[in-house]
Protein backbone atom coordinates (compact mmCIF):
# COMPACT_ATOMS: atom_id res chain seq x y z
CA UNK A 1 0.00 0.00 0.00
CA UNK A 2 1.42 3.83 -1.35
CA UNK A 3 1.67 6.52 0.76
CA UNK A 4 -0.72 8.40 -1.25
CA UNK A 5 -3.64 6.41 -0.15
CA UNK A 6 -3.52 7.93 3.47
CA UNK A 7 -2.94 11.43 2.01
CA UNK A 8 -6.27 13.65 2.34
CA UNK A 9 -8.26 14.24 -1.07
CA UNK A 10 -7.02 17.64 -2.43
CA UNK A 11 -9.30 20.86 -2.22
CA UNK A 12 -10.92 21.80 -5.14
CA UNK A 13 -9.71 25.10 -6.08
CA UNK A 14 -11.49 28.10 -6.84
CA UNK A 15 -11.86 29.83 -10.03
CA UNK A 16 -12.65 33.42 -10.82
CA UNK A 17 -15.92 33.02 -12.23
CA UNK A 18 -16.96 31.27 -9.14
CA UNK A 19 -17.14 34.82 -7.47
CA UNK A 20 -19.67 36.20 -9.72
CA UNK A 21 -22.09 32.99 -9.52
CA UNK A 22 -24.86 33.77 -6.98
CA UNK A 23 -25.24 31.90 -3.87
CA UNK A 24 -28.52 29.86 -3.42
CA UNK A 25 -30.48 32.29 -1.04
CA UNK A 26 -29.40 35.41 -2.09
CA UNK A 27 -32.29 37.23 -3.23
CA UNK A 28 -30.63 40.19 -4.27
CA UNK A 29 -29.09 38.81 -7.41
CA UNK A 30 -32.14 38.81 -8.68
CA UNK A 31 -31.54 41.62 -9.95
CA UNK A 32 -28.00 41.02 -11.15
CA UNK A 33 -27.45 40.77 -14.87
CA UNK A 34 -26.78 37.03 -15.49
CA UNK A 35 -23.01 36.13 -15.81
CA UNK A 36 -23.52 32.54 -17.78
CA UNK A 37 -21.71 34.22 -20.72
CA UNK A 38 -19.86 36.57 -19.81
CA UNK A 39 -16.61 35.74 -20.41
CA UNK A 40 -13.58 36.88 -17.99
CA UNK A 41 -9.89 37.15 -18.72
CA UNK A 42 -8.20 33.92 -18.51
CA UNK A 43 -4.31 33.44 -16.66
CA UNK A 44 -3.20 32.68 -20.06
CA UNK A 45 -4.06 36.79 -20.71
CA UNK A 46 -1.88 38.12 -17.91
CA UNK A 47 1.11 35.74 -19.18
CA UNK A 48 1.41 37.39 -22.09
CA UNK A 49 3.36 40.70 -20.43
CA UNK A 50 2.40 44.01 -20.41
CA UNK A 51 1.74 44.30 -24.25
CA UNK A 52 -1.62 42.47 -23.91
CA UNK A 53 -2.47 44.67 -20.91
CA UNK A 54 -3.44 47.37 -23.16
CA UNK A 55 -6.27 45.75 -25.13
CA UNK A 56 -9.62 45.24 -23.46
CA UNK A 57 -11.31 41.81 -23.07
CA UNK A 58 -13.93 41.18 -25.28
CA UNK A 59 -17.01 40.70 -22.63
CA UNK A 60 -20.47 38.95 -24.13
CA UNK A 61 -23.26 41.47 -23.78
CA UNK A 62 -25.23 40.63 -20.23
CA UNK A 63 -28.53 39.58 -20.06
CA UNK A 64 -31.00 41.08 -17.64
CA UNK A 65 -33.61 39.23 -15.64
CA UNK A 66 -37.29 39.76 -16.23
CA UNK A 67 -37.71 41.50 -12.98
CA UNK A 68 -34.92 43.83 -13.54
CA UNK A 69 -37.14 44.43 -16.57
CA UNK A 70 -40.05 45.32 -14.63
CA UNK A 71 -38.62 47.42 -12.77
CA UNK A 72 -36.82 49.62 -15.28
CA UNK A 73 -40.12 50.01 -17.23
CA UNK A 74 -42.38 50.77 -14.40
CA UNK A 75 -44.11 54.09 -13.89
CA UNK A 76 -46.90 55.52 -14.07
CA UNK A 77 -48.73 52.17 -15.35
CA UNK A 78 -45.92 51.79 -17.65
CA UNK A 79 -46.72 55.19 -19.64
CA UNK A 80 -42.81 56.42 -19.32
CA UNK A 81 -39.22 54.56 -19.04
CA UNK A 82 -37.62 53.90 -15.86
CA UNK A 83 -34.42 53.58 -17.20
CA UNK A 84 -32.32 56.68 -17.88
CA UNK A 85 -30.47 54.72 -20.93
CA UNK A 86 -33.49 53.70 -22.84
CA UNK A 87 -36.02 56.43 -22.15
CA UNK A 88 -37.08 59.23 -24.57
CA UNK A 89 -36.02 62.42 -23.60
CA UNK A 90 -38.61 65.02 -22.44
CA UNK A 91 -38.12 67.63 -25.21
CA UNK A 92 -38.89 64.63 -27.48
CA UNK A 93 -42.66 64.60 -26.23
CA UNK A 94 -45.53 67.19 -27.23
CA UNK A 95 -45.33 70.61 -25.77
CA UNK A 96 -48.49 70.61 -24.33
CA UNK A 97 -47.74 67.33 -22.25
CA UNK A 98 -43.96 67.98 -20.82
CA UNK A 99 -45.03 69.26 -17.92
CA UNK A 100 -46.90 66.55 -17.32
CA UNK A 101 -44.50 63.99 -17.85
CA UNK A 102 -41.67 65.98 -15.84
CA UNK A 103 -44.00 65.49 -13.14
CA UNK A 104 -44.51 61.84 -13.79
CA UNK A 105 -40.77 61.21 -13.02
CA UNK A 106 -40.63 63.79 -9.85
CA UNK A 107 -42.86 61.84 -8.37
CA UNK A 108 -41.21 58.58 -8.94
CA UNK A 109 -37.57 59.96 -8.10
CA UNK A 110 -34.05 59.19 -9.61
CA UNK A 111 -33.65 55.43 -10.51
CA UNK A 112 -31.46 53.78 -8.08
CA UNK A 113 -31.39 49.86 -8.19
CA UNK A 114 -29.43 48.35 -6.39
CA UNK A 115 -27.23 45.17 -7.62
CA UNK A 116 -25.15 42.44 -5.79
CA UNK A 117 -22.76 42.92 -9.02
CA UNK A 118 -22.88 45.69 -11.10
CA UNK A 119 -20.72 44.84 -14.87
CA UNK A 120 -17.39 46.32 -15.21
CA UNK A 121 -15.93 48.83 -17.21
CA UNK A 122 -12.88 48.05 -18.86
CA UNK A 123 -10.87 51.84 -18.90
CA UNK A 124 -7.73 50.35 -20.88
CA UNK A 125 -5.55 49.11 -17.99
CA UNK A 126 -8.17 47.30 -15.38
CA UNK A 127 -11.86 46.74 -15.04
CA UNK A 128 -13.82 49.62 -13.50
CA UNK A 129 -17.29 48.73 -11.04
CA UNK A 130 -19.76 51.41 -9.99
CA UNK A 131 -20.42 51.71 -6.51
CA UNK A 132 -23.75 52.05 -4.79
CA UNK A 133 -22.54 53.90 -2.22
CA UNK A 134 -22.17 56.69 -4.89
CA UNK A 135 -26.13 56.52 -5.36
CA UNK A 136 -26.59 57.06 -1.76
CA UNK A 137 -24.37 60.04 -1.61
CA UNK A 138 -24.85 61.83 -4.99
CA UNK A 139 -29.55 62.31 -4.90
CA UNK A 140 -29.36 63.60 -8.14
CA UNK A 141 -27.99 60.82 -9.09
CA UNK A 142 -29.24 57.52 -11.21
CA UNK A 143 -28.00 54.25 -12.58
CA UNK A 144 -29.11 52.91 -16.32
CA UNK A 145 -29.05 48.72 -15.79
CA UNK A 146 -29.05 48.61 -19.35
CA UNK A 147 -26.23 50.67 -20.60
CA UNK A 148 -23.96 50.95 -17.06
CA UNK A 149 -23.75 53.99 -17.03
CA UNK A 150 -24.88 57.18 -14.74
CA UNK A 151 -27.41 59.90 -15.31
CA UNK A 152 -28.15 63.30 -13.82
CA UNK A 153 -32.12 62.92 -13.47
CA UNK A 154 -32.69 66.81 -12.54
CA UNK A 155 -30.51 67.58 -15.69
CA UNK A 156 -32.82 64.94 -17.58
CA UNK A 157 -36.29 66.54 -16.54
CA UNK A 158 -35.17 70.13 -17.46
CA UNK A 159 -32.72 69.35 -20.89
CA UNK A 160 -33.51 71.08 -23.94
CA UNK A 161 -32.88 70.57 -27.50
CA UNK A 162 -29.99 71.06 -28.40
CA UNK A 163 -28.51 69.31 -25.32
CA UNK A 164 -26.43 71.17 -22.74
CA UNK A 165 -25.40 68.43 -20.56
CA UNK A 166 -25.28 65.48 -23.19
CA UNK A 167 -22.98 63.74 -20.76
CA UNK A 168 -24.93 63.28 -18.14
CA UNK A 169 -28.65 62.84 -20.09
CA UNK A 170 -28.30 61.76 -23.83
CA UNK A 171 -24.85 59.76 -23.73
CA UNK A 172 -24.40 58.55 -20.13
CA UNK A 173 -21.40 58.51 -18.43
CA UNK A 174 -18.88 55.65 -17.66
CA UNK A 175 -15.35 57.38 -16.98
CA UNK A 176 -15.61 55.64 -13.06
CA UNK A 177 -12.05 56.18 -12.82
CA UNK A 178 -12.23 59.93 -11.82
CA UNK A 179 -15.18 59.37 -9.50
CA UNK A 180 -14.50 58.84 -5.69
CA UNK A 181 -13.70 60.04 -2.59
CA UNK A 182 -10.34 59.67 -2.80
CA UNK A 183 -10.29 62.54 -5.52
CA UNK A 184 -10.12 66.21 -5.18
CA UNK A 185 -12.29 68.65 -6.50
CA UNK A 186 -10.95 69.48 -9.23
CA UNK A 187 -10.77 65.64 -10.53
CA UNK A 188 -14.16 64.05 -9.35
CA UNK A 189 -16.29 63.86 -12.34
CA UNK A 190 -19.67 64.77 -10.18
CA UNK A 191 -18.29 67.38 -7.99
CA UNK A 192 -17.19 69.22 -11.36
CA UNK A 193 -20.86 68.15 -12.89
CA UNK A 194 -22.52 69.96 -9.69
CA UNK A 195 -20.59 73.11 -9.72
CA UNK A 196 -19.26 73.78 -13.57
CA UNK A 197 -19.12 76.83 -15.29
CA UNK A 198 -22.94 78.66 -14.95
CA UNK A 199 -24.18 76.02 -12.33
CA UNK A 200 -26.73 75.40 -14.82
CA UNK A 201 -26.93 72.03 -12.75
CA UNK A 202 -27.95 73.90 -10.02
CA UNK A 203 -30.24 75.86 -11.68
CA UNK A 204 -32.21 73.01 -12.40
CA UNK A 205 -31.89 71.33 -9.17
CA UNK A 206 -33.89 74.84 -8.03
CA UNK A 207 -36.36 74.08 -11.08
CA UNK A 208 -37.32 70.71 -10.28
CA UNK A 209 -37.91 71.82 -6.34
CA UNK A 210 -40.25 74.30 -7.80
CA UNK A 211 -41.92 71.72 -9.67
CA UNK A 212 -42.90 69.35 -7.29
CA UNK A 213 -44.50 72.00 -4.86
CA UNK A 214 -47.61 73.16 -6.78
CA UNK A 215 -47.70 76.33 -4.81
CA UNK A 216 -45.15 77.97 -6.38
CA UNK A 217 -46.31 76.79 -10.04
CA UNK A 218 -46.75 80.66 -12.11
CA UNK A 219 -49.77 79.27 -12.91
CA UNK A 220 -50.84 79.52 -9.33
CA UNK A 221 -48.80 82.20 -8.17
CA UNK A 222 -50.62 84.18 -11.18
CA UNK A 223 -54.23 83.29 -10.52
CA UNK A 224 -53.85 84.02 -6.73
CA UNK A 225 -52.66 87.61 -7.48
CA UNK A 226 -55.53 88.00 -10.11
CA UNK A 227 -57.99 87.39 -7.36
CA UNK A 228 -56.46 89.76 -5.22
CA UNK A 229 -56.19 92.22 -8.04
CA UNK A 230 -59.36 91.03 -8.73
CA UNK A 231 -61.07 91.84 -5.28
CA UNK A 232 -59.11 95.16 -4.88
CA UNK A 233 -60.69 96.61 -8.53
CA UNK A 234 -64.52 95.49 -7.33
CA UNK A 235 -64.01 97.61 -4.33
CA UNK A 236 -62.44 100.46 -5.93
CA UNK A 237 -65.07 100.53 -8.48
CA UNK A 238 -67.47 99.73 -6.01
CA UNK A 239 -67.23 102.88 -3.78
CA UNK A 240 -66.84 104.98 -7.35
CA UNK A 241 -70.34 103.56 -8.60
CA UNK A 242 -71.73 104.58 -4.73
CA UNK A 243 -70.51 107.69 -4.71
CA UNK A 244 -72.07 108.38 -7.98
CA UNK A 245 -75.22 107.20 -7.21
CA UNK A 246 -75.47 109.32 -3.91
CA UNK A 247 -74.74 112.14 -6.33
CA UNK A 248 -76.80 112.09 -8.92
CA UNK A 249 -79.68 110.61 -6.96
CA UNK A 250 -79.44 114.20 -4.63
CA UNK A 251 -78.42 116.24 -8.12
CA UNK A 252 -75.41 117.42 -6.50
CA UNK A 253 -71.85 118.74 -8.76
CA UNK A 254 -69.73 115.98 -9.15
CA UNK A 255 -66.30 118.04 -9.74
CA UNK A 256 -64.35 120.96 -8.41
CA UNK A 257 -62.82 123.90 -9.86
CA UNK A 258 -59.39 122.57 -8.13
CA UNK A 259 -59.09 119.01 -7.91
CA UNK A 260 -55.28 118.56 -6.70
CA UNK A 261 -53.93 117.60 -4.01
CA UNK A 262 -52.87 121.07 -2.42
CA UNK A 263 -56.26 122.17 -2.87
CA UNK A 264 -58.52 122.05 0.15
CA UNK A 265 -62.04 121.64 -1.83
CA UNK A 266 -61.30 119.20 -4.49
CA UNK A 267 -65.45 118.62 -5.24
CA UNK A 268 -68.49 116.29 -3.81
CA UNK A 269 -67.24 113.15 -5.41
CA UNK A 270 -63.45 112.78 -4.49
CA UNK A 271 -64.44 114.19 -0.67
CA UNK A 272 -67.06 111.54 -0.64
CA UNK A 273 -64.57 108.95 -1.64
CA UNK A 274 -62.31 110.38 1.22
CA UNK A 275 -64.80 110.08 3.78
CA UNK A 276 -65.17 106.35 2.94
CA UNK A 277 -61.98 106.00 3.71
CA UNK A 278 -61.85 107.24 6.71
CA UNK A 279 -64.66 105.01 7.91
CA UNK A 280 -63.66 101.89 6.69
CA UNK A 281 -59.58 100.80 6.34
CA UNK A 282 -60.51 98.14 3.59
CA UNK A 283 -61.58 100.74 1.43
CA UNK A 284 -58.30 102.94 2.35
CA UNK A 285 -56.43 100.62 1.23
CA UNK A 286 -57.50 100.68 -2.57
CA UNK A 287 -59.02 104.17 -3.29
CA UNK A 288 -57.33 107.23 -4.32
CA UNK A 289 -53.32 107.74 -3.33
CA UNK A 290 -53.40 103.69 -2.73
CA UNK A 291 -54.84 103.33 -6.14
CA UNK A 292 -52.84 102.33 -9.03
CA UNK A 293 -52.09 105.45 -11.18
CA UNK A 294 -54.43 104.31 -14.14
CA UNK A 295 -57.05 102.75 -11.89
CA UNK A 296 -57.84 105.17 -10.09
CA UNK A 297 -61.77 105.46 -11.19
CA UNK A 298 -61.91 109.30 -10.23
CA UNK A 299 -61.98 110.73 -13.92
CA UNK A 300 -64.58 112.72 -15.63
CA UNK A 301 -65.00 109.71 -18.22
CA UNK A 302 -65.35 106.81 -15.51
CA UNK A 303 -67.70 109.25 -13.54
CA UNK A 304 -69.66 109.80 -17.15
CA UNK A 305 -69.21 105.87 -17.73
CA UNK A 306 -71.11 105.43 -14.25
CA UNK A 307 -73.67 107.85 -15.18
CA UNK A 308 -74.53 106.46 -18.25
CA UNK A 309 -75.04 102.75 -16.92
CA UNK A 310 -77.32 104.11 -14.11
CA UNK A 311 -79.13 105.72 -16.50
CA UNK A 312 -79.90 103.03 -18.43
CA UNK A 313 -80.83 101.15 -15.45
CA UNK A 314 -83.60 103.65 -14.44
CA UNK A 315 -84.90 103.09 -18.39
CA UNK A 316 -84.97 99.56 -18.09
CA UNK A 317 -87.31 99.90 -14.27
CA UNK A 318 -89.53 102.48 -16.32
CA UNK A 319 -89.82 100.35 -19.60
CA UNK A 320 -91.21 97.11 -16.89
CA UNK A 321 -93.60 99.80 -15.20
CA UNK A 322 -94.93 100.60 -18.66
CA UNK A 323 -94.96 96.98 -20.17
CA UNK A 324 -97.00 97.16 -23.15
CA UNK A 325 -99.28 99.56 -22.14
CA UNK A 326 -100.13 102.55 -23.59
CA UNK A 327 -98.33 106.16 -23.03
CA UNK A 328 -97.80 109.85 -23.83
CA UNK A 329 -95.01 111.85 -24.34
CA UNK A 330 -93.92 115.74 -22.92
CA UNK A 331 -91.25 117.40 -24.89
CA UNK A 332 -89.35 120.25 -24.96
CA UNK A 333 -85.97 121.38 -25.77
CA UNK A 334 -83.79 124.40 -24.50
CA UNK A 335 -80.17 126.06 -24.56
CA UNK A 336 -77.73 125.07 -22.51
CA UNK A 337 -74.82 127.21 -21.18
CA UNK A 338 -72.92 126.11 -24.31
CA UNK A 339 -75.36 127.18 -26.72
CA UNK A 340 -76.51 123.24 -27.57
CA UNK A 341 -80.09 121.87 -28.08
CA UNK A 342 -81.26 119.40 -25.37
CA UNK A 343 -84.09 117.98 -25.87
CA UNK A 344 -86.05 116.71 -22.32
CA UNK A 345 -88.59 113.64 -22.61
CA UNK A 346 -90.88 112.72 -20.10
CA UNK A 347 -93.34 109.60 -20.26
CA UNK A 348 -96.52 109.79 -18.66
CA UNK A 349 -98.73 106.48 -18.36
CA UNK A 350 -100.57 104.35 -15.66
CA UNK A 351 -99.44 101.97 -13.83
CA UNK A 352 -100.86 98.70 -12.91
CA UNK A 353 -102.62 99.96 -10.09
CA UNK A 354 -104.08 102.83 -11.68
CA UNK A 355 -102.31 105.84 -10.99
CA UNK A 356 -100.66 108.15 -12.88
CA UNK A 357 -97.08 108.46 -13.13
CA UNK A 358 -94.97 110.58 -15.22
CA UNK A 359 -91.35 109.90 -15.30
CA UNK A 360 -88.39 111.90 -16.63
CA UNK A 361 -86.95 109.64 -19.36
CA UNK A 362 -83.91 111.17 -21.17
CA UNK A 363 -82.55 113.95 -22.51
CA UNK A 364 -81.25 114.05 -25.71
CA UNK A 365 -78.51 116.63 -27.55
CA UNK A 366 -80.15 117.52 -30.91
CA UNK A 367 -78.40 119.19 -34.08
CA UNK A 368 -81.16 121.81 -34.56
CA UNK A 369 -85.28 121.77 -33.29
CA UNK A 370 -86.52 121.39 -36.46
CA UNK A 371 -89.28 118.76 -36.82
CA UNK A 372 -87.65 115.74 -38.80
CA UNK A 373 -84.41 116.02 -36.14
CA UNK A 374 -86.96 116.02 -33.20
CA UNK A 375 -89.39 113.28 -34.35
CA UNK A 376 -86.22 111.07 -35.06
CA UNK A 377 -84.34 111.55 -31.65
CA UNK A 378 -87.46 110.95 -29.79
CA UNK A 379 -88.25 107.52 -31.64
CA UNK A 380 -84.73 106.23 -31.60
CA UNK A 381 -84.83 107.21 -27.50
CA UNK A 382 -87.64 104.98 -27.37
CA UNK A 383 -86.57 102.53 -29.68
CA UNK A 384 -83.21 101.75 -27.82
CA UNK A 385 -85.32 100.63 -24.85
CA UNK A 386 -88.40 98.36 -26.25
CA UNK A 387 -91.05 100.88 -26.17
CA UNK A 388 -93.05 101.38 -29.02
CA UNK A 389 -93.79 104.42 -31.55
CA UNK A 390 -97.25 103.04 -32.27
CA UNK A 391 -98.49 102.84 -28.31
CA UNK A 392 -97.99 106.75 -27.73
CA UNK A 393 -101.89 107.76 -27.00
CA UNK A 394 -100.74 111.77 -26.39
CA UNK A 395 -98.57 114.15 -27.23
CA UNK A 396 -97.71 117.31 -25.19
CA UNK A 397 -95.64 120.04 -26.50
CA UNK A 398 -95.39 123.85 -26.04
CA UNK A 399 -97.06 126.42 -29.19
CA UNK A 400 -93.88 126.59 -31.58
CA UNK A 401 -95.17 125.89 -35.37
CA UNK A 402 -92.66 123.21 -35.45
CA UNK A 403 -93.74 121.23 -32.44
CA UNK A 404 -97.84 121.77 -33.27
CA UNK A 405 -97.48 122.55 -36.95
CA UNK A 406 -101.07 121.03 -38.64
CA UNK A 407 -99.00 119.89 -41.78
CA UNK A 408 -95.22 119.29 -41.12
CA UNK A 409 -94.48 119.97 -37.23
CA UNK A 410 -93.83 117.40 -34.73
CA UNK A 411 -97.35 116.45 -33.73
CA UNK A 412 -98.26 116.50 -37.35
CA UNK A 413 -95.26 113.57 -37.97
CA UNK A 414 -96.59 111.28 -35.00
CA UNK A 415 -100.16 111.31 -36.35
CA UNK A 416 -99.30 110.12 -39.71
CA UNK A 417 -97.43 106.76 -37.70
CA UNK A 418 -99.98 106.55 -35.53
CA UNK A 419 -103.45 107.81 -35.54
CA UNK A 420 -104.72 107.70 -32.32
CA UNK A 421 -101.45 110.35 -30.69
CA UNK A 422 -103.73 113.33 -30.48
CA UNK A 423 -101.87 116.49 -29.59
CA UNK A 424 -102.75 118.58 -26.39
CA UNK A 425 -100.99 122.11 -26.20
CA UNK A 426 -99.25 121.52 -22.59
CA UNK A 427 -100.81 122.82 -19.90
CA UNK A 428 -97.51 123.76 -17.83
CA UNK A 429 -96.40 125.80 -20.63
CA UNK A 430 -99.28 128.01 -20.74
CA UNK A 431 -99.01 128.17 -17.30
CA UNK A 432 -95.25 129.90 -17.90
CA UNK A 433 -96.69 131.73 -20.46
CA UNK A 434 -99.51 133.36 -18.32
CA UNK A 435 -96.73 134.19 -15.65
CA UNK A 436 -94.27 135.40 -17.94
CA UNK A 437 -97.16 138.16 -19.45
CA UNK A 438 -98.65 138.60 -15.64
CA UNK A 439 -94.79 139.72 -14.72
CA UNK A 440 -94.15 141.84 -17.49
Known amino acids: MSLDHFRPPAKKLKTIESFFK ?56 GT ?6 LRRQIYEYPVNQCDEVRRAYLKQGPFKPRLSKYPPTWDGRQDRYFQYSWLRHHSWLEYSIEKNKVYCFPCFIFETDPPKRPAFTIEGFSDFKHIGSNKTVFTCSFVQHVGHIKYSHMVVVEACEN ?16 KELIAKNRLRLKVAIET ?40 AEVVLGNAPGK ?11 ILYILANKVKDTIHAEIGDAKFCILVDEAQDS ?5 MAIVLRFVDTNGCIRERFFAVRSVEDTTSLTLKREISEA ?45 FAHRLQLALVEAAI
Open 382 to 426: LASHGLLVENIRGQGYDGASNMRGAWNGLQALFLRDCPYAYYVHC
Open 211 to 226: LRRPSLHIDRVFRKQS
Open 80 to 85: YERDPG
Open 22 to 77: PKRGDKSSELLPSTDNVGMPTSSHHEHGTSQQQKKPSYAQPTISSKAKEVAVQING
Open 295 to 305: AMYTSPKIQKE
Open 338 to 342: SVQEQ
Open 244 to 283: VRVLGLHACPFRGNDESLESKNRGKFIGLMKYAAISNDKI
